[in-house]
């Protein structure tokens, strides 16, 4: 296990590290805002013991060089759309568009190749695991286009239609698996809004949360508030007590990241 540490962004200094002991907020959409003279970059934004994240923008067609036809045999990639829409192209299965929220995942030793569509940006988090391999291992797509298979529930879909998910489990507090696999557990969680009431964890796993939909107010005994909105990522590391309240009149959206438990 690396030694605890927090690394500085050199141009803005929004921090992106772990292993942290203590919990924090990467306010997505500031970054996003700081790079708006930017229509294609990437930047790492988190490190944890079961995944790597970067946020990378990009614009029709691909011009931030998406266009990279690779396949790693070592984890499943996989991508959350925070901004736009993208095509993407995994293994052989008929290229498709995933649209923001959805959840995008490439099984291990299935190509992939990215690309931006629509006629606006695009931004995406990219998730992937510690030591995991890079784009070395190119593969291209052959000749036939498979169907995309027709299970519609998750875990372990190629594509995760949120909208799709948020229709058929209604509007109740719910949890589901979105994501399990050898390396990597995500968990999509509803949450009526509790307005008067925060609900307390302490979990025994380091994880981070991405807010889908809706506000959530973590708060915690001894640190201050962390005031989360659509976007954002809030990193909790294990055994750390914390209350969680979803404010609104909607449901909140979250999924929860962690190795598999
Ligand atoms: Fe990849």
């Given at each position: 296990m690396p030694e605890e540490s927090n690394f500085i962004?050199?141009?803005?200094?929004y921090f992106y590290n772990i292993y942290s002991s203590k919990p924090f907020h990467i306010e997505t959409n500031k970054l996003i805002d700081h790079k708006a003279e930017e229509n294609v970059w990437s930047e790492p934004v988190l490190f944890t013991d079961s995944s790597t994240v970067a946020i990378k923008a990009d614009m029709p067609g691909g011009l931030?060089?998406?266009s990279d036809d690779h396949v790693h045999y070592d984890f499943v990639e996989w991508w959350i759309i925070l901004k736009g829409q993208l095509e993407f192209q995994i293994g052989n299965y008929q290229p498709f568009i995933a649209s923001t929220n959805d959840i995008v995942s490439a099984p291990i030793g299935l190509r992939h190749l990215i690309i931006s569509s629509g006629n606006k940006q695009s931004v995406r988090l990219i998730i992937g695991v510690p030591g995991g391999s890079g784009h070395d291992n190119k593969k291209l797509k052959g000749s036939q286009n498979d169907p995309i298979p027709k299970r519609k529930n998750p875990p372990n879909l190629i594509h995760t239609d949120m909208q799709e998910i948020i229709k058929k489990f209604g509007c109740s507090s719910w949890s589901k698996t979105i994501l399990k696999n050898q390396h990597t557990q995500a968990e999509l969680i509803s949450e009526k809004p509790n307005t008067n009431n925060s609900s307390k964890y302490k979990d025994s796993f380091n994880q981070w949360y991405i807010v889908i939909q809706g506000k959530i107010i973590f708060s915690f005994d001894n640190d201050k508030d962390i005031n989360a909105v659509e976007g954002d990522i809030i990193y909790i590391p294990k055994n750390f007590v914390y209350y969680v309240k979803s404010l609104g009149t909607k449901n909140s959206l979250r999924i929860s990241i962690s190795k598999p438990r």
């Amino acid at each position: 296990m690396p030694e605890e540490s927090n690394f500085i962004w050199p141009k803005n200094g929004y921090f992106y590290n772990i292993y942290s002991s203590k919990p924090f907020h990467i306010e997505t959409n500031k970054l996003i805002d700081h790079k708006a003279e930017e229509n294609v970059w990437s930047e790492p934004v988190l490190f944890t013991d079961s995944s790597t994240v970067a946020i990378k923008a990009d614009m029709p067609g691909g011009l931030g060089g998406s266009s990279d036809d690779h396949v790693h045999y070592d984890f499943v990639e996989w991508w959350i759309i925070l901004k736009g829409q993208l095509e993407f192209q995994i293994g052989n299965y008929q290229p498709f568009i995933a649209s923001t929220n959805d959840i995008v995942s490439a099984p291990i030793g299935l190509r992939h190749l990215i690309i931006s569509s629509g006629n606006k940006q695009s931004v995406r988090l990219i998730i992937g695991v510690p030591g995991g391999s890079g784009h070395d291992n190119k593969k291209l797509k052959g000749s036939q286009n498979d169907p995309i298979p027709k299970r519609k529930n998750p875990p372990n879909l190629i594509h995760t239609d949120m909208q799709e998910i948020i229709k058929k489990f209604g509007c109740s507090s719910w949890s589901k698996t979105i994501l399990k696999n050898q390396h990597t557990q995500a968990e999509l969680i509803s949450e009526k809004p509790n307005t008067n009431n925060s609900s307390k964890y302490k979990d025994s796993f380091n994880q981070w949360y991405i807010v889908i939909q809706g506000k959530i107010i973590f708060s915690f005994d001894n640190d201050k508030d962390i005031n989360a909105v659509e976007g954002d990522i809030i990193y909790i590391p294990k055994n750390f007590v914390y209350y969680v309240k979803s404010l609104g009149t909607k449901n909140s959206l979250r999924i929860s990241i962690s190795k598999p438990r």
